[in-house]
């Protein structure tokens, strides 16, 4: 899209990963807003066209320093422990996305046609599923979750998906086929068939499974998970009241 870059970060530790995502955009905006500009991560600013995503790729290490995702005589070259973490990851997104996906606006990102998951399934080629495995092998192992956007905040959306990655590890979650289709060309019973759910539509749904997700507390801890519901259900209901143009576009002459 006009206007539109892609920044790539070089791998580090989560909380540094966190540190470099606010630190640029600070960054960026600071000197955008010198030359008269402002600088925007909002996940979907501009109909029609792809909005904005923070795809995080994500790799663990054993203490030898050796890629614990990478097996060379593994299904994929991938190890066990590679697909416990995606079984954890698949098992947990509808109830982590309203910390990846914060906003209201989010939602409008997440719909097919432009480029952005919809459904929980995981490939290694397949750019129209949740969770992505690059190509690369050895130390670059890693899985690639699509779904986050810019507009959350990184510190705990790297937990909600790391603590999602391990519950699938330490509990041996099994990882559903992967599925190497255009999952959007499925009839809705090829998707049921195939065990494939879907992303939450909106901020409500988001809300309402991130309440029930036993992980979000663990993650981010009693305090920040209830203050964190409060605000994001305060946010809907005032959403939820407001009249849209595109409602008065709609409805106004006709009704």
């Known amino acids: 899209a006009e206007g539109q870059h892609e920044i790539n970060f070089k791998y ?4 540094k990963a966190a540190d470099n995502t606010v630190t640029f955009k600070w960054v960026v905006r600071s000197i ?32 030898d320093g050796t890629n614990a995702f990478f097996d060379e005589n593994g299904p994929l070259k991938l190890s066990e422990t590679a697909y416990h973490y995606i079984a954890g990851i698949a098992n947990n997104a509808r109830g982590f996305t309203a910390v990846t996906n914060p906003l209201v606006n989010s939602y409008k990102r997440l719909v097919p046609g432009y480029e952005a ?3 929980v399934a ?3 080629s397949n750019r129209s599923a949740l969770i992505r495995i690059p190509a690369s092998r ?36 099994e990882a559903p086929p992967p599925v190497n289709v255009d999952i959007f060309k499925m009839t809705p019973a090829e998707k049921e ?14 809300i309402d499974a991130f309440k029930e997700n ?3 507390k663990e993650a981010l801890g009693e305090h920040i998970f209830r203050k964190y519901v409060e605000g994001k259900e305060k946010e809907w209901d005032a959403y939820r009241v407001a009249v849209t143009d595109w409602e008065i576009k709609t409805y106004m002459k006709n009704y």
């Not at 402002?38 to 054993?62: D, E, R, W």
């Not at 068939?193 to 988001?206: Q, R």
Request: hydrophobic letters at 40%; proline letters at 8%.
């Open 12 to 15: 580090s530790d989560a909380l």
């Open 32 to 63: 955008a807003a010198k030359h008269g500009f402002h600088a925007t991560f909002m996940p979907k600013p501009v109909f029609g066209i792809n909005g904005s995503g923070m795809h995080t790729n994500q790799s663990l290490f054993n203490m």
């Open 117 to 119: 998951p919809v459904y």
């Open 122 to 124: 995981w490939s290694a």
């Open 138 to 173: 050895g130390l670059s192992t890693r899985t690639e979750v699509r779904c986050p956007d810019p507009a959350c905040n990184p510190y705990l959306a790297l937990a909600m998906m790391l603590n999602s990655g391990l519950d699938g590890v330490r509990n041996k979650l």
């Open 193 to 206: 068939a195939s065990g494939i759910d879907s992303l939450p539509a909106n901020l409500k749904e988001a």
């Open 214 to 216: 036993p992980i979000a």
